[in-house]
Structures are given as C-alpha cells and as structure tokens.
C-alpha cells in the first residue's frame, strides 16, 4: 500500500515539529503540490507563496508558532502558511465568497496575529509585538518575514532604526527573490551563514567583547567594527549591522538541509535583532511560474498541467490598459509628459508607457510617499507628471499629496487606478475612499470615469492642467465597450452632462455606476415614472448649475456613487443646503458604498450588498417618491 502523504498527518505546525530533513523536504513537496493545485482552482497569488514553500516548513518547524509570532509581509505568500496552520481543508476557497481571504487575517486564525495586504509593515508590527512581550515578561520569539521589494519603503527602515533600541529577540527574515540585494548564493555563503550563526562564533564573539570592554575606548570601537566590517565583506550584512541588526546569511531558502539549523541558530540569538538573508526562486516548483516573466504572481483559475488561465474574453478594453495606451498618445505629442509608478508597472497600464517611453517612466518601488514626492518636484520643474498608483495604495502617500502637492499648487496629475470594488482582493485594496480624500483638498481636480471613453477625456483633460492638481478615479476590469476617438478632447472644467431626459426623478451618477444607473431609469419607466439620468463626471469642483437644475425640476434627487459615505453625495448635499435648494421640498437620496469593510465576494454579489445596482438604484427612487413598488404609478 502507498504510504500516507505526510501533509495528510500535518493538521496544525506542532505536527511536524519532530519531523526529520528528509521529512521536512517531503513535506515541502507535498506543501507546494498543494499550493499549485488549490490556487489552480480559486486563482490567486500564486509565484510569491511557491518561493517561500520550503521556508514555511521550516520556520513553522524551527519555532513554536502560534506562541512564537509570526508575520507575514503584504500577505499574497501566506497560502503555503495557511495549508500547514489548520485551513487546509478550506483552502480552495481562497478569496471566494465567505472563504478564506487570500492575505493573512486577524479574525481568521490565531496563527495570523497581525492582517496585512499592504507592503513594508511587517518590521514595525513584530517590533510592537516585541515590545509587549518585554513589558509583560514573557519570552516567546517574534518573526517577521519581509520581501526584498517590501524593503523599498521608508516604513521598512523607520522600523529596523528603531528595533536595536527596543528589544532584544527579533528575528527579520529577508525573503529576497529577486536577487536584488545579494549575489548568486552557493556552498561557500551556505557555509559562512552556519559559521556566524552557530553557538561557537557567539560564544567567540561574547568573549571577544568582554575582553574588549576592558580596553581603552579608541580600541574597543576599533574591535567592535573590524568584527562587523570583516563579517560584512564576506556577507552583506554591513548595512543591517549599521542599524544594530546581527546579520545571517544570504543562504539558499530552498535548502532545508542548511535553512532549518540557521533558523534555529538564529531563534537563540536573543540579545540583538538578527536580519536571516534568505534567497528564494519566485515560483520556484512549477515549470509554468519559472518560465513566466511575472512568475505567475497572479493568476485566475488555470490548468495544473499546462499552466494556461481560464481567462474570459472581452470585446472591450480594461481600463489599466485604455490608460497605459491614451498616456502615449499624449505623449507622443508633449516631450514633457513623463509616468511614475510605484512597483506596479504591469497593474497601472505603464509597462506600455515604458516600452514606447523607457526613459520617461520611473519606477521608484513599493514607496508611495517617495512617488507623489518626487512628482510634485517634477511637476516643480515644468514637467508633467502622472502618477499612477492604486486608490487603496494612495493613501500611503495622503500627507504628500496635501503638503508637497496640494499646498503647493503642484500640477501632479494622479492616476487613480482600481477606485471603487475589487471582488476577490476584497476590503484591503478596495479603492473606497479617495473620493472623499482627494475631493477635501481646496484647488484639486477630481474626475470619475463612467466608461473608457470617459476615461480618455479625463487624461486629455488632465494634461491641460498646469496651475493646480488633479486626479481622476477608474475601476479595475474591462470598459463597458464604448468606442473611444483617436485622440479624445479634453472636458470643460467642472462640467457634467445630461445622458437621458426625464421629469419626475434624477439620477446623478458620478463614474462607474452610469450604466446601472441607466437600467434604473428603464425600471422606473416601467412604473410610469420618467427620470433624468446625469454623468456629474467631476466630484470637485461640483457642476453647480447642473445640480441646482436637476433640483429645481425635479421631485427627488438620487445620487450615486462607488465610494465611501461622506464623498460626492455629501458634496451635493453640501451644495443643495448651501443654495437653499433643499428649503424647496427637494427628496433626496445618497448611494454610496457602506459604511463597512466588505469581505471578498464576486463584484455582483458586492454590488448588490453596497445597493448600488440598478434595482437598488430604482427602489431608493421610488422610496423617496413615496411610491409603493408593487402597486405600480405614473409620473409624467
């Protein structure tokens, strides 16, 4: 008989905490089977968790999770981690309505002590675990796995400058894959890591210092940095010692045989932060990652034995790529257009950019703050700058945008990409709330896409603005399939536009709802009642006039959005109370997303939990008429 796999015997990590190399390394294999065969099912991030297969088996292994904290980076590499901490049994349903969520959670596992989704804030969370720790006494470890990308971020350094001065016990293990940092690692640095490591060099060192400290000071600074400084040439570490951190490595993150006693090295070093160099490979086990130029990072359902995705065929455009594609139109005819990305070239549409302009694109990594920055000095210099970054990763840089940007008058032009609902990815990258952030800054410009030709609009409109910013918000997906001009013409400043004429009711829809809100308007004609249908198309600054119109000859007044409470429904309410026009009798109703986190779902189903279908979108006006749905009535 076949023996029993041995991830069949591995319920929770203390399963395997006996567990020989061979076992591990068997384990491991059976791990990332696993992980290729759930994703290929649900979709998902799939080459950041098979690089780091044989490093979760080993410190799930080394340490005593979930009393030793451990934490994940971003989050996108925690499948492997979750199959091996007791959801394995749920685990195709990775990011499917009411399943796992495709990051670590707080609410899902106590083996998740800390959520994440967002980059480079693993270091400061573990250190706040390390100082609670230390003020109540106990001696459990803490660990923090961060990617070399993730090392980008300011965060990640406000975090290590500090952790010396804070604790004593904690582990940083740098997940480099993309040998970004170290160079090829081979028997010899395998060899050095165990050396510096193991219990002999440190009681060396101990010794070392003690002696040291009965010398003179000039001789013991001296010791103290040829000690490191002879370490770091042969290793790398230098800088991780300038910040106090005790560095190992780079090791090869694929060889259990030297991973888990470095690991286990490192868990006893307990006077001094230590940073655990480990190199991985990206995909690393499945023939179709390693040979793909992203390494599969993301993927839809797909066949295990090919590789190819189940993609769906659409006769329009996404929106990423209608952006990518109209920015070098424009720039083809303005030499000063230049694009900046923060580490999403592929996500924001600019790795098109890049390929017609390489040297107008600019790349600055996973550091948001450093993005808007930097383009308020670009913009500071006569250059037009657009800054494409996710509405949910934009508000890493919000106090930028208000005192490098806004303050300043700077013509930064902010390219909002995935504003509103992202199904699968769910509440940490849904682009809720730049309406309500972005529209509060007094001189900013902020558009709203209802389609893709919209969105051409927008971009040519935002390269007429030169004397203060502007943004403009589009969804994540595919366009509604408008046909889009060869080279669209910029929009009048604060002007919206009627899109069906009606009497009784209007519905005033800034961005992506605009086609719901036209079915709406077909529903309520099967009532009887006639409705306006009006694209706002700028949340700031407002089209007064339309709005003061649409109140004026109309009963009821319903305005729609895909974003928080407290942004363009508020605006208009703002407006209406300002002019007296709700002094009139005005019924008036704001749709807005709710004032929760929604949990991942397919976008249907998260639209219709928001009411801002086009049947929600009609029963809102035919409440605020006071009309009886069933019964049925006319309003001419």
């Known amino acids: 008989m076949p023996e029993t796999p041995l991830l069949d015997t591995v319920t929770v990590p203390a399963d395997m905490r006996d567990f020989s190399i061979a076992q591990l390394r068997q384990l491991a294999d059976e791990l990332r089977a696993e992980t290729i065969d759930a994703v290929s099912v649900t979709g998902g991030h799939l080459g950041a968790g098979l690089g780091v297969v044989e490093l979760t088996t080993a410190l799930h292994h080394v340490f005593e999770t979930p009393k030793d904290i451990l934490i994940w980076d971003v989050g996108h590499q925690c499948y492997p981690h979750k199959i091996l901490t007791g959801r394995r049994d749920r685990i195709r349903t990775l990011r499917q309505p009411g399943g796992l969520s495709g990051f670590t959670k707080r609410s899902e596992s106590e083996y998740d002590p800390f959520g994440a989704a967002h980059a480079s804030t693993s270091i400061s969370a573990a250190l706040g675990f390390c100082a609670a720790r230390d003020q109540k006494g106990e001696t459990n470890k803490v660990v923090a796995v961060i990617g070399d990308g993730s090392m980008s971020a300011g965060m ?188 999403m070239p592929s996500g924001t549409g600019l790795d098109l950019f890049g390929q017609a302009f390489p040297d107008r694109t600019y790349d600055v990594g996973i550091a948001e703050q450093h993005a808007v920055t930097f383009a308020a000095g670009l913009a500071a210099d006569g250059m037009k700058p657009f800054c494409a970054i996710y509405s949910t990763f934009l508000q890493r840089g919000y106090d930028q945008v208000v005192h490098d940007v806004a303050i300043q008058k700077l013509p930064v032009r902010f390219a909002m990409d995935r504003a509103g609902l992202v199904g699968a990815d769910g509440a940490t990258h849904a682009g809720s709330f730049d309406i309500g952030y972005m529209g509060a800054l007094p001189g900013m410009v902020l558009m709203a896409a209802a389609d893709e030709a919209d969105l051409a609009a927008m971009i040519a409109t935002a390269c007429e603005i030169d004397d203060r910013p502007s943004a403009f918000r589009y969804p994540r997906g595919d366009g509604v399939g408008v046909e889009i001009p060869e080279l669209s013409a910029p929009l009048e400043i604060g002007r919206g536009r009627i899109v069906r004429e009606g009497t009784a009711v209007a519905i005033l829809s800034l961005g992506t709802r605009l086609q719901e809100s036209l079915k709406a308007a077909d529903l309520l ?40 409470m407290g942004g363009f429904g508020a605006f208009v309410l703002q407006l209406l109370a300002e002019k007296g026009a709700l002094d009139a009798g005005l019924k008036i109703r704001t749709l807005h997303l709710p004032d929760v986190f929604q949990d991942q779902d397919n976008p249907a189903a998260m639209y219709a939990t928001a009411g801002l279908n086009a049947d929600q979108i009609a029963a809102a006006a035919l409440k605020a008429l006071g009309v009886d749905a069933a019964r049925g009535a006319v309003r001419a």
Do not use: C, W
């Open 525 to 564: 004609a099967a009532h009887g009642i006639s409705a306006t249908v009006a694209d706002a198309r700028f949340a700031k600054p407002l089209d007064a006039d339309l709005i003061l119109r649409l109140a004026r000859e109309h009963e009821a007044l319903i305005t729609v959005e895909e974003g928080a």
């Open 156 to 343: 990640a350094y406000e975090a290590m400058n500090n952790a010396a001065e804070t604790t004593g016990q904690l582990t940083v293990i740098l997940n480099d894959n993309d040998m970004s940092i170290a160079p090829p690692v081979g028997g010899m640095s395998a060899y050095l890591a165990k050396q510096v490591s193991g219990g002999a060099y440190q009681n060396f060192r101990q010794f070392g210092k003690k002696v040291a400290e009965h010398m003179p000071r000039p001789f013991r600074e001296a010791a103290r940095k040829a000690e490191e400084y002879a370490r770091g040439m042969v290793t790398g570490g230098t800088f991780f010692e300038e910040l106090g951190f005790y560095y190992i490595g780079p090791i090869d993150g694929h060889d259990m045989d030297n991973l888990v006693p470095i690991l286990r090295n490192a868990a006893a070093i307990t006077d001094r932060p230590v940073v655990v160099h480990v190199v991985t490979q990206k995909g690393k086990g499945y023939a179709p990652a390693e040979s793909s130029a992203d390494k599969l990072h993301a993927v839809v359902k797909f066949d295990v034995v090919s590789g190819k995705q189940s993609k769906s065929v659409s006769n329009a455009p996404s929106y990423t790529k209608v952006f990518g594609t109209e920015l070098i139109k424009r720039a083809q005819r303005d030499a000063s257009i230049v694009a900046i990305t923060a580490a």
